[in-house]
């Protein structure tokens, strides 16, 4: 059974006092979500990730196409689908003159059902109930949004960016957590611009750009059409054949160096960088405009 299910799916936002000039938000996004699995929103910030899932859960009526939830209609059946689903925004907003615990007694009120899970996730992630929310960094205001989705153990969480904030040691365990969550069967639809993290957590993703979806891909192939990019700079002039090698997809020169596109293997491209005058190095995952490059050969369109 899909847990979530759009059907071209689109929105289109009016621009203040031009009620005839439109922005496009999203454009016939269709996709499902299978029940016991993370499904990843792939994208940059203003693909469209935020406005599908604001329709999800009917903060917004869509232009048109058509969105199901747990089975029911999005815009029909709001209030039953929001007793079943947790969700963490994109932009977190407390009552900032609230204790941590104040709040959270607050929303689980607002639930009108017991939150099970409370006492466990206020644990694991280490929340000062007795502090004011105004006191919070921007982590530990995360933290708690991350407790009040999961709390009240909800068939289905909704999260948009949801470890925005957060430091890697929470990070992973935050990563951990949702493992273990996908394990005993809950689904998780979250949206990000990392791609490292939907490699380390979906199952799937749909990849969406500039309100459209562009592709939805396993994981594991995600992984195979990602690679490496190194950027090194070198201490006096370097041939650009000194450093190519089979792994090495494109180049492009800096003044002092080069940053090189590679697939998932660098052994024999390091190798060859090793023997030569390094003044810097740096290796970093392929960055989702990359994947967005792969697949539309650089036209930049969708």
């Keep these: 059974m899909n847990i ?9 936002y009016v621009r203040p006092g031009l009620k ?7 454009e016939q996004v269709s996709f499902a979500v299978r029940r016991g699995e993370i499904f990843g929103f792939l994208g940059p910030n203003g693909a469209g990730k935020t406005t599908t ?15 199901s939830v747990l089975g029911l ?12 689903v947790g969700y963490i925004p994109g932009e977190i907003l ?5 204790t941590a615990g104040d709040l959270l007694r607050y929303y689980e009120q607002l639930m009108g059902a017991p939150a099970t899970r409370k006492g466990e996730l206020v644990s694991l992630f280490d929340i000062p109930l007795d502090r004011p929310v105004k006191t919070f960094s921007k982590g530990m205001k995360q933290k708690i949004a991350i407790v009040q989705a999961f709390m009240h153990d909800p068939e289905l969480v909704i999260m948009d960016e949801p470890s925005s904030g957060l430091d890697p040691l929470v990070q992973q365990r935050f990563y951990d957590f949702l493992l273990r969550e996908r394990a005993s069967g809950k689904t998780i639809f979250l949206s990000t611009h990392i791609l490292g993290e939907a490699q380390r957590v979906c199952d799937r993703v749909a990849i969406i750009r500039k309100g459209r979806i562009a ?14 990019r190194i950027t090194v700079t070198f201490e006096g002039p370097v041939d650009e054949a000194d450093i190519m090698t089979p792994e090495v997809r494109d180049v492009a020169p800096l003044e002092d160096g080069y940053v090189l596109h590679t697939g998932s293997r660098v052994t024999e491209t390091l190798r060859r960088i090793a023997a030569l005058p390094v003044a810097d190095i740096s290796i970093e995952e392929t960055s989702l405009e990359d994947i967005f ?3 539309y050969d650089g036209d930049g369109d969708v």
Excluded: C, N
């Excluded at 979530?4 to 289109?12: A, F, N, P, R």
């Design 4 to 12: 979530i299910e759009t059907h071209e799916l689109t929105k289109y």
């Design 293 to 295: 490059m792969h697949y």
């Design 73 to 84: 209609d999005a815009q029909k059946d709001t209030v039953e689908i929001r007793r079943h």
């Design 20 to 26: 005839k000039r439109q922005t496009m938000g999203i």
């Design 215 to 228: 592709a939805i891909e396993d994981v594991a192939e995600l992984r195979a059409k990602s690679g490496k």
């Design 94 to 98: 407390f009552y900032e003159g609230m």
């Design 53 to 67: 899932m604001r329709i999800l859960l009917d903060l917004i009526r869509p232009t048109g196409g058509t969105a």
